[in-house]
């Protein structure tokens, strides 16, 4: 269901002159009414504590490039609400409500710190704004298991559970559902995803930016929960996931709760914390911060299909390259049949996470010639190029219009959510030292060394390097 097949919807965003709502919320949603996904009728009202001005100066705030956008925008007013107070904005949703026809309905975003976020339940609760609403949360869904559980225990007061949406949105990338495509739509695939075949696994999201401005984001969140406890745990749970039931909501949250469930305890000697050089110096930051801007671990799913293999996730700040990949690696076969084989590079399946998905996998051929000559190539599928035509949808985009069919598949669970708390919290509660590490690097050199003498797929040269 898709566009006018939709109900009429009022989207609500809270956050809405934040630096989300600019970059990805206002892009997104401009993209989607362009491609004719939104619903016939809709209007977007943003909400913040602190007006930006008239109607029109918020449109100006938001204003995107692109052909149709004075039409776009005049579905587009702010109203100010906060914590305490939202009645004006309650008055307005029900104004647009009145003028879009009585059974419109109500997609609530709300983008806002985990401290304030209970306080803002509570008001949509007073002003009756959960009546007929998707509650799109963004994370992080508290900042431990205990106060998870507390904003889930207000939420689940508030909202029925098929009312939330706790985004992810790493979960919205096209190569994510691709993994699922890849498992499962083929039969090549799955019988060699396990333990007997497969001898590690990478998931690696360096990133070259810095805090770019987000330094109580930061401060206050640090890199392990920012990333690690959603987005690569996440990544790690469809890897390993079991064939669900379904592709469906229920299939997904319950298979990957299960995984989550059979990770191991994180042994703290497999744990790096970084944090690059300069980083206090940025404004905000406290002269002493031990906040990590890194973080690189090993973990382990001990399950009947995945005991034995290491797990390697990484992300960090400030990092040599901007990458979002997932590599799987496997076995050596039982024989060395080829004399001239000998460099040992071993075969690698590796998903590349940008908006312009490929996959592809490392092999040894016969390198065309008169002798035989193993060499490495490769085997390799871009998806914009091998469907024509198709249009690549950005991981917002997906998931706004997931959020207002009512598509709970791409979002996390309470389960999940929970558990990954449950993971996360002993390494909060007692962190492994912060080392330093230079900008532009690849982290504190503990990091570099934690997958052992085969090192991290990333960068590729990582052969020529062990050459020296
Ligand atoms: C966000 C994190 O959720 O994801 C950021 O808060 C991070 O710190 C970002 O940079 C990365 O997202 P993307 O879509 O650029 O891969």
Redesign the pocket.
């Known amino acids: 269901m898709t566009g006018p097949d939709l109900p009429p919807q009022v989207l609500v965003l809270f956050g809405a002159t934040g630096d989300l709502a600019r970059r990805?919320l206002f892009p997104g949603l401009f993209f989607l009414w362009r491609e004719g996904l939104l619903p016939a009728a809709f209007r977007i009202i943003g909400s913040g504590r602190h007006s930006p001005g008239t109607d029109e100066e918020f449109r100006d705030e938001v204003r995107q490039e692109g052909e149709g956008w004075e039409d776009f925008a005049s579905r587009i007013s702010f109203v100010t609400s906060s914590a305490d107070d939202g009645s004006e904005l309650a008055e307005a949703v029900r104004a647009v409500e009145q003028e879009l026809g009585g059974d419109a309905r109500r997609l609530v975003y709300l983008s806002v710190p985990p401290s304030a976020a209970i306080g803002m339940v509570r008001m949509l609760e007073k002003e009756g704004l959960n009546e007929r609403a998707h509650l799109v949360l963004e994370?992080p869904f508290g900042t431990d298991l205990a106060s998870a559980k507390e904003l889930d225990a207000a939420l689940l007061d508030v909202f029925a559970p098929e009312q939330l949406f706790r985004i992810?949105?790493?979960l919205g990338?096209e190569a994510v559902q691709n993994i699922l495509a890849l498992r499962f739509a083929n039969g090549l695939f799955e019988p060699v995803w396990n333990a007997q075949h497969v001898a590690y696994v990478q998931i690696d999201?360096p990133?070259e930016?810095g805090i770019e401005g987000?330094a109580s984001?930061?401060e206050s969140?640090g890199?392990f929960r920012?990333?690690i406890s959603?987005?690569l745990f996440q990544l790690l749970g469809f890897v390993a996931l079991e064939p669900p039931t379904a592709i469906d909501a229920e299939g997904l949250h319950e298979e990957k709760a299960k995984v989550f469930r059979a990770i191991r305890r994180l042994d703290p000697a497999k744990v790096v914390f970084g944090q690059y050089e300069g980083y206090r110096d940025e404004e905000g930051v406290a002269d002493d911060s031990q906040v990590e801007t890194f973080v690189a671990l090993e973990a382990r799913v001990d399950n009947w299909r995945w005991k034995g293999v290491p797990f390697y996730l990484r992300t960090g700040?400030a990092l040599a390259q901007?990458r979002?990949t997932i590599t799987v690696g496997f076995r050596e076969p039982p024989l060395e049949v080829f004399p001239c084989d000998a460099d040992g590079e071993p075969n690698e399946l590796v998903l590349e996470?940008t908006d312009d998905a490929e996959i592809f996998v490392d092999l040894r051929a016969k390198r065309p010639g008169p002798a035989l000559e193993i060499a490495h190539a490769r085997m390799s599928l871009a998806l914009v190029e091998a469907f024509p035509g198709s249009t690549a949808v950005e991981?917002y985009e997906r998931l706004l219009l997931d959020a207002m069919r009512g598509d709970q598949a791409l979002f996390t669970s309470t389960a999940e959510v929970e558990r990954l708390w449950e993971l996360c919290d002993p390494v909060l509660a007692d962190p492994p030292p912060v080392h330093t590490y230079p900008q532009g690097s690849w982290g504190p050199q503990e990091a570099v060394d934690l997958p052992g003498p085969r090192g991290w797929r990333i960068p590729e040269e990582r052969d020529a390097r062990e050459r020296g």
């Open positions: 990805k994370k992810d949105h790493f990338k999201v990133e930016i987000r984001f930061m969140t890199t920012d990333m959603t987005h700040k901007t979002r996470l991981a």
